[in-house]
């Protein structure tokens, strides 16, 4: 399981990007650490709709902490996926849903990544992360 | 005869830009193309000294403004081989133009009438015919490509007698093949349907001659031509366009209204309701303009060399799925296995390079070729050898940074 100190270490990474072929390199190191989800766990309803890529996200509330599995099929997405749990890792939803995800994700420095389309699919996600 | 594009880079101030401090490379131009100073330049000066509205004061402004906005209507008619300056109507584009004929057919569909399609439809040229069934009860019916991406052997028995509109593009956006127009142009007419074609891939590369053709309709929007964006043409023949029921209504289209009935305009204005986009038919004719002073066979033999050129290296390279046609198109569509194409286009962008990335408006096409989306490289006049070769050495790079799990 991640820790926090793994999202300040994620965090500073990213910001520590000063192109964009360095952010997208950055992504794609962090994509090779998200354990991938199974075929079965692959279903229209795990499915994030409104993502350019198909996205799948999994919540399990376990002993009050929330545990999340995603995965995506592209690879930026899995990198970027990697980054949000990380800021959620080891939070209760009630914790989850009191902290400001979009401004969160927007000292990530990933903006340039989440064009206008893409957006509205990483809003499905932060929103799947805070629903009960 | 040696075509030099850089001899016309210099006519496109927008590409000598840098993007993520690389040299802008745009390879996005079946999207929309760049525009030459002459667009820019006809625009400017309309505004400067010629802005009026048209076909309503008698003053000198609105005199002129008048004059180079049906002069430019002749040009455009000109460019298009129309036998009339009246069979050309101002759209928005071509996906205007297509629902203006999809509404003004409705009155003559019946319950259980065919409008026939093709495979390659963008979206645009599917989903107002798809409507038009649904309203009237017609039946939307499409002619098939193989899985290999081939047009079926046998495809007269789709053209049937109830054939009432056959709708195909010229030539594919997603995937950059030629229809066989002709063939089933003359298939459609032995039954008796309408028939129109989707330009909009067509009018930037290839003459067009619709009196050639011979369709009742053919459309393009001027923006994937060097033209300004909201500006396009539905050209028709006179008595196709005089079926039509006009789908707007208001000013400039009328002759004469009492609150009883309306006596509607002769063609154009008849099909042109409210003030027209006045600088986008300037600019456009100033687009066709810019394509006639031009070597057009030497044009489009050079982009074909390009889209030719990328094709035989991605080849040889190996392990990419191509989609459009070895040789006669100027894209490349193309996808590599396990590597999504939306990770491909980050890359290629992140070096400077615009591409289109995604299904390009043509779901049902992606389907039948099993994928999702591709990835489209597109060229234009402007450019370069070393921009395709560019691209190929970008594309090969991101293929390997993330192609490696
Ligand atoms: C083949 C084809 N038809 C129609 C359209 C629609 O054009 P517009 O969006 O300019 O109306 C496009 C544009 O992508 C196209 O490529």
Redesign the pocket.
Known sequence: MTDPLQAADIKQRLQECRSKEETFKALVTLSKTLPRLSADDKTDANKVKGCESAVWLITDDCQGIRHIKADSDAKLMRGVLVALISLVAGKTLPDIQNMDLKAELAELNLSSYLTSSRTNGILAILDRLQQP | MVFDSALLRPMFPILAQTAYEHPLIYLDN??TTQKPLAVLDAIQTYYRTGNANVHRGAHFLSDRATSHFENARTVVAEFLKAPEQSHVIWTK????AINMVAYGLEHVLEKGDEILITSLE?H??LVPWQQLAFRTGARLRVVPLTSSGEWEEEFAHYFTDRTRIFAA?HIS?AIGCTTPLSTMLALAKQQGAFTLV?G??AVAHYPVDVSELDCDFYVF?G??MYGPTGI?VLYGKQHALEVLMPYQTGGEMVRHVSYQATEFNVLPFRLEAGTPNIEGAIGLAAACDFLSEQNRPALLAWEQSLANHVYTRLKKYGGIDLYSPEKNTTLVSFSVPNIHVIDLNAYLDSQGIAVRAGSH?AHPLMAQLGVTGTLRASFACYNTLEEADRFCDALFDAMEILGDD
């Open positions: 079946a999207a584009g071509a996906t205007e963008h645009a040229n593009t956006n989707d909009a891939q929007s923006h994937k396009g408006c």
